[in-house]
């Protein structure tokens, strides 16, 4: 169904990712999650976890990120040197989803220690511990990233790629988007859909900015401002637009469209009066 709300996470489905993730689970294949900054692709794996009834492990994926960081290593403890397993050790003892947000900042060495668990071994190898470890059915390789905006020296392969079953991710029509915010934030819909609109004339203007564009995630912390008594305006300013650039003619230009969307939307109806939080009546 189009709207699903779990005990703790909220999640608005864009088409048939729900159906392809459970079949993905069923055939127990891994999934890469691509789509903009803040579509909702970590809150569409917290979900799903919800709704498979598995653990979520989530590791952020970063320059640094080494494969010990993902297995483990031994470390001292008491006098003793014992072996400590990593984050992706347990999450695959555990029968966990093993979600790596932007998996395309891992340096690819760090990468090669997942081959085993994404082909038809699915099998963990710890050569430091001499332990071979493998993946119950219900463990689930999880990654992620923005295929948008990212540097040409950091391209995943093709053939790490073709291990995956691919789901392309993006953000919901606005009157979908705007259910979110209602649903998250409590604001009336009417504002909703101005952010909405502010956020949607922003992405258009993309291809000549040339800026990662506003995402649903900070559409929500926005409405979260709107709701506690900042205006329209206030909560654009800082949530949506501040964030885009540094330069001070982009901002300016940014904040005019924004103006034109939210104040425009808003005196269309001669009607609606607004309060100080934004809201119409």
């Not at 459970?22 to 055939?27: I, L, S, T």
């Not at 008491?78 to 003892?93: C, E, F, N, Q």
């Not at 300013?237 to 104040?263: F, H, K, M, Q, Y």
Request: with cysteine; hydrophobic share 40%.
């Amino acid at each position: 169904m189009d709207s699903e709300r779990m005990q703790q996470h909220f999640y608005q489905s864009n088409g048939n990712e729900v159906a392809l993730f459970r079949r993905a689970a069923e055939q127990r294949v891994p999934v890469m999650l691509t789509g903009p900054t803040g579509c909702g692709k970590t809150r569409f794996v917290e979900y799903m976890g919800e709704v498979l009834g598995r653990p979520v492990v989530t590791i952020s994926c970063h320059d640094d990120l080494t494969s010990s960081d993902l297995v483990g290593r031994f470390m001292v403890t008491g006098g003793d040197v014992v072996w400590t397993d990593g984050p992706l050790t347990r999450a695959v003892k555990d029968g966990a989803i093993c979600y790596m947000d932007e998996v395309v900042e891992a340096r690819h060495d760090s990468l090669a220690v997942l081959h085993s668990l994404t082909d038809h071994r699915r099998t963990l190898y710890l050569d430091r511990a001499g332990e071979v470890v493998r993946a119950p059915d219900s463990f689930m390789l999880v990654c992620s990233y923005n295929p948008a905006y990212r540097s040409s020296l950091k391209e995943l392969k093709p053939s790490f790629r073709q291990r995956f079953v691919t789901v392309a991710m993006t953000y919901l029509p606005p009157e979908r988007e705007a259910e979110v915010l209602v649903a998250e934030a409590g604001i009336d819909a009417a504002v909703a859909r101005r952010l909405v609109n502010c956020a949607t004339a922003i992405r258009n203007a993309d291809d000549v900015f040339h800026f990662e564009p506003p995402s649903t995630r900070v559409l929500v912390t926005a409405a979260k401002l709107v709701a506690s008594g900042a205006t329209e305006i206030e909560a654009a300013d800082v949530c949506i637009l501040a964030p885009l650039s540094n330069d001070g003619a982009i901002t300016d230009g940014l904040r005019e469209l924004a103006a034109a969307s939210l104040l425009g939307a808003a005196t269309s109806d001669p009607t609606a009066t607004h309060t100080p939080g934004g809201s119409r009546t």
